[in-house]
T-cell receptor, first 113, second 108 residues
C-alpha cells in the first residue's frame, strides 16, 4: 500500500471542464510535489511546496493551479486543459533538508478530450 | 546540459544474467542518490538509496563514485520480474533530478 494517496486514479475531462486532483500523505513530510509524466519519459517537475508554501513553479501554464491547504494535502486544480496535457500526474512527498528520497502516489491518469 | 544522464537502453537480457546500469550527474554538490524502479503505467518506487561506501540489497548492488560523478546499479541473477524502467535520481537541496530511465527486459 502506498503512503501517498491520490484521487481519482483515472480522469477524463473535456477542454472546458474544471476538475481537481487530490493528494494526501500522513508521513509528516513537509515537502510535496506535482509531477507530470508522459509515456516512456521520466517525470517532469511541475510544482514544489515546502512547509506549505509554493517554492518552485517550473513555468507551468496557468491552466494548472496548485493548492496546499495543509501539511498533509496537495491539490492540483485543472481548467481549460488541452489534449496534450493528457498524462500521468504524480504526487510525491519527502522530508526537506533530510536524507531520503521521495514517496510517490500511484498517480492520476488524465485524459483530455 | 542535463543534470542527470542515463543510457535509455533498452537492455534485453536472459534470465540469470548480470546487468549493470550507469548514471552520471553534472553537479558535484549533489547530496543524495537513489535508484527508482517504475513498472509500466505505475508510479516510480524507491529501489534503493546509494551510499558513498556502496550498498547491497539481495541481488542488487548500488555504487557511487563522487570523483567521477557517476552511480551504478548492478543486478545479479536477473528475474523476469526485474523487467521495468530504472530511474536514477539525484537530490540537490530539496530538488530531485531524474535521469531519462533505463528500460530492462528479462527474457525467459
Amino acid at each position: 500500500d502506498t503512503e501517498v494517496t491520490q484521487t481519482p486514479k483515472h480522469l477524463v475531462m473535456g477542454m472546458t471542464n474544471k476538475k481537481s486532483l487530490k493528494c494526501e500523505q500522513h508521513m509528516g513530510h513537509r515537502a510535496m510535489y506535482w509531477y507530470k509524466q508522459k509515456a516512456k519519459k521520466p517525470p517532469e517537475l511541475m510544482f514544489v511546496y515546502s512547509y506549505e508554501k509554493l517554492s518552485i513553479n517550473e513555468s507551468v501554464p496557468s491552466r494548472f493551479s496548485p493548492e496546499c491547504p495543509n501539511s498533509s494535502l496537495l491539490n492540483l486544480h485543472l481548467h481549460a486543459l488541452q489534449p496534450e496535457d493528457s498524462a500521468l500526474y504524480l504526487c510525491a512527498s519527502s522530508q526537506p533538508d533530510r536524507e531520503g528520497g521521495y514517496t510517490f502516489g500511484s498517480g492520476t491518469r488524465l485524459t483530455v478530450v | 546540459r542535463k543534470e542527470v544522464e542515463q543510457d535509455p537502453g533498452p537492455f534485453n537480457v536472459p534470465e540469470g544474467a548480470t546487468v549493470a546500469f550507469n548514471c552520471t550527474y553534472s553537479n558535484s554538490a549533489s547530496q543524495s542518490f537513489f535508484w527508482y524502479r517504475q513498472d509500466c503505467r505505475k508510479e516510480p518506487k524507491l529501489l534503493m538509496s546509494v551510499y558513498s561506501s556502496g550498498n547491497e540489497d539481495g541481488r542488487f548492488t548500488a555504487q557511487l563514485n563522487r570523483a567521477s560523478q557517476y552511480i551504478s546499479l548492478l543486478i545479479r541473477d536477473s528475474k523476469l520480474s526485474d523487467s521495468a524502467t530504472y530511474l536514477c535520481v539525484v537530490k540537490e537541496g530539496n530538488q530531485f533530478y531524474f535521469g531519462t530511465g533505463t528500460s530492462l527486459t528479462v527474457i525467459p
